[in-house]
Each structure stands twice: as structure tokens, then as C-alpha cells.
């Protein structure tokens, strides 16, 4: 069984229920509901190809401790009546924390896509998941040979945890010809290389009215135009701290975009800037320049290859990492892995393993 909830998640299933149905797996896709939008779920199931979810559990949004704990309690009874030898999670949202721990405390072996990323900053709800279902997961399927080490460091055994890339890179590659058909850049009278992409939904930025305002500013004062697709938390924040005056003509500011058509727009943008995780990586494999709106990144081998770097949400800071972006030359070495092939690595594992919870000290 594969639980998604999140924009990121379908992404990340995608190839994954490729495999399965190609290898005759049982498998059953459910939805939590986490995202319920149209353009935060249902185009990203068209646009990759995925197939209707067997169930949705309709739970919404809600602060972090009712959103987890309405999707456990959902889940529970999925799991119980479906009685799976296997969870599937991806990612780091709430959906993958809550049916990782639905799962594990019914004796149902936990396998985790996307194991040991680390920004090491507990502020990050998503490194508050990463944290606890990587410590709670049978099968640890690491996309970096950091995140090896980062899982080492932590004392996981060394045999539940298999190195075998990047899957999100895996849906890009896969779907980048489809991509290169959409209109997008036409229909927005775009020309290629001569626009920034921008995307920011992280709660310390977007909740934060002095970080919103900053952020915008350095949006308005960018040498090229900024297309913004606005998280609807973001657009919420902008209407309700009165920062509307603050996108002029220099932001385009457009519902969210989707899979396709955001590759499309990515891949032919000057720079991005983002808080977003998955981007960095993409942006780097696009060989597109990104500025990441944090502090801190668990995409680490993204800096390492001099694709992106990490920016506080300053105006002026903004603004000169965004110049120096645009400046910079050269190709961005690939790190091992990012490939097409990260989904059949990991249901060769899979087919080959016997699922069982170890005992405590053996996890
Ligand atoms: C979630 C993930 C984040 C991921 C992001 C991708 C967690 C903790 N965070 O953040 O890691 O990068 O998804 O988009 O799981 N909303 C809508 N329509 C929707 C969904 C949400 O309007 O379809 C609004 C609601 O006001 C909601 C808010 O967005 O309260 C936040 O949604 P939520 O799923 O809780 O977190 P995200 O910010 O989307």
C-alpha cells in the first residue's frame, strides 16, 4: 500500500506504481486528502499518469496535530480491513509521518522513498517527519550517498537502508519531452531565459510578515521579471498582512502550475528562487541557477555542485545572491543516481526482501 497526501508525493509515487503494475505487484494507492485543490492534487495525478487513488480520506487542512492525527486515525481502519505487507511512504509531509505510524504500531513494515535528508534545523516540520519515520522504517531507500552517511551517523543498520538515487529526478527525466510540449511559456508571453521563477509556501516565510514583505521587495527590484505561482497559503498572507501593493508590474503572480507545465516554465527560467525542497533539485538537473529563500538545506549535493545557493530572506541579500545567480557559468555535475532507473532499484529490493518488524534493538 502507497500513501500520498501532498503536491510533492504524487511526484515522488509516480514511477513507483509504474513499476509495481509492470512487476504484477498488489498494490493500492491512498490518498489522505492533505491536498484537495485541483491545481495541489487532481492535475498532478493527469499530468503524471497515476492512476485514480483506491481511496481518499478526505481529511483537509488542519493545524499539524489534527491533519496527523485525523489521517492515523483514517488510516487505521484502511490498514486493518486491507492488511498490506507493506506501507509505502515518500517524502517528508504530515501524510507520510501519520501513515508511517499507523502503520508501524500494527505491526505493518514501513518502507520510507527519499530516507535520510537532514537540514539538522527542528524549526522545519518537514525535518521533524524526516527525523521520526526514518527511525521508524523497516526499509530505508536513501537518495544520496549523504543521506547514507546522515543515516549512518544516526545508528541505523547499515542493512535496511539501500542507496538508490533520486525519484524525483526519476519523474523529471521521465517526463521532461511531455513537458517541453506545454504552452505555458506562449501563453504567458514569455521568452526563454528572460524571467525569473519564484515559489514560496514555507510557514517561517510566509507567515511572517516582515519575511513576506522582504521577499516581495526583492521580487519587485529583480533585473527580470519575477513569475510567481502562489501557494494559496501565500496568497492568503500577502491579502491578509495588506502586501498587495507590493506586486507590481515587475511580478506576475499566477495560480499554482501544474507538473508539466511548471517543468516547462522551470526549465526555461534565467533563475528560480524558492523554499521549496524538491525545485533545488530539479533547478540543478535543469541546469537552471537557484537561490533558496532559507537558512538551511537537506539538498546538500545541490550547493556542492554550485547550482544553488542559500540565501537569507533579506531584500538586499536576495538581490545580490540573485545577481550572483545570474552570473554563473559552467554545467552542474549530476550527483550519482539521478537517474531513470531510481524505481526499478527500489522494487528490486522490495521483490528480494522478507518483511518483518525486527525487534527494537534490530531497527
Ligand atoms: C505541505 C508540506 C510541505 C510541502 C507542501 C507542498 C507538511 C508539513 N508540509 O505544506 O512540506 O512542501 O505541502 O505544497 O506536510 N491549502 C489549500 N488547498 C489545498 C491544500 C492546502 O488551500 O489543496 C491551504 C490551506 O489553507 C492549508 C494550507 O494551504 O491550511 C497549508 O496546507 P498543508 O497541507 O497543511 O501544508 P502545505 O503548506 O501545503
Given at each position: ?21 509492470e512487476r504484477d505487484i498488489d498494490h493500492i494507492l491512498i ?171 514555507r510557514p517561517q516565510n510566509v507567515d511572517d510578515p516582515t ?58 527560467a534565467a533563475c528560480v528562487l524558492t523554499d521549496s525542497g ?86
Open positions: 500500500m502507497s500513501v500520498v497526501g501532498a503536491r510533492p508525493n504524487f511526484v515522488k509515487i509516480a514511477p513507483l506504481i509504474k513499476r509495481f503494475s490518498h489522505t486528502g492533505q491536498h484537495y485543490d485541483y491545481d495541489m492534487s487532481r492535475v498532478f495525478f493527469s499530468d503524471l499518469d497515476i492512476p485514480e487513488p483506491d481511496m481518499n480520506l478526505g481529511v483537509g487542512s488542519g493545524t499539524h496535530a489534527v491533519q496527523t492525527g485525523r489521517i492515523m486515525a483514517a488510516l487505521e481502519k484502511v490498514l486493518l480491513a486491507q492488511q498490506p505487507d507493506l506501507t509505502m511512504v515518500v517524502g517528508d509531509v504530515n501524510s507520510t509521518i501519520a501513515a508511517a505510524l499507523a502503520s508501524v504500531k500494527l505491526g505493518i513494515p514501513v518502507a520510507h522513498v527519499e530516507a535520510g535528508y537532514r537540514s539538522f534545523d527542528m524549526h522545519m516540520p518537514e525535518e521533524i517527519n524526516r527525523v521520526l519515520v526514518d527511525r521508524i522504517s523497516q526499509l530505508l531507500f536513501a537518495p544520496t550517498e549523504n543521506a547514507v552517511l546522515n543515516l549512518m551517523n544516526e545508528g541505523t543498520k547499515r542493512e535496511s537502508v539501500h542507496f538508490v538515487g533520486n525519484i524525483m529526478i526519476e519523474a523529471l527525466l521521465s517526463h521532461k519531452e511531455q513537458a517541453d510540449q506545454s504552452s505555458v511559456l506562449s501563453d504567458l508571453s514569455l521568452e526563454e531565459k528572460d524571467y525569473c521563477l519564484a515559489t514560496v509556501h519575511r513576506l514583505t522582504s521577499i516581495l521587495e526583492a521580487f519587485s527590484q529583480s533585473p527580470l521579471p519575477v513569475i510567481f505561482p502562489a501557494h494559496p497559503r501565500t496568497k492568503e498572507a500577502i491579502t491578509r498582512f495588506g502586501l498587495n501593493s507590493l506586486l507590481d508590474s515587475s511580478i506576475t503572480i499566477i495560480t499554482p502550475l501544474g507538473y508539466l507545465d511548471f517543468i516547462r516554465l522551470l526549465s526555461s524538491g525545485i533545488q533539485e530539479e533547478a540543478l538537473i535543469l541546469q537552471v541557477p537557484c537561490v533558496t529563500l532559507r537558512e538551511t538545506t537537506e539538498r546538500v549535493e545541490t550547493i556542492a555542485a554550485g547550482a544553488n545557493r542559500l540565501c537569507s530572506p533579506q531584500r538586499d541579500h536576495i538581490l545580490t545572491s540573485l545577481e550572483k545567480a545570474l552570473q554563473s557559468t559552467g554545467v552542474f555535475e549530476i550527483p550519482l543516481f539521478w537517474d531513470e532507473r531510481v524505481s526499478t532499484r527500489i522494487v528490486d529490493v522490495i521483490e528480494q526482501r522478507e518483511f518483518a518488524i525486527p525487534s527494537y534493538s534490530m531497527i
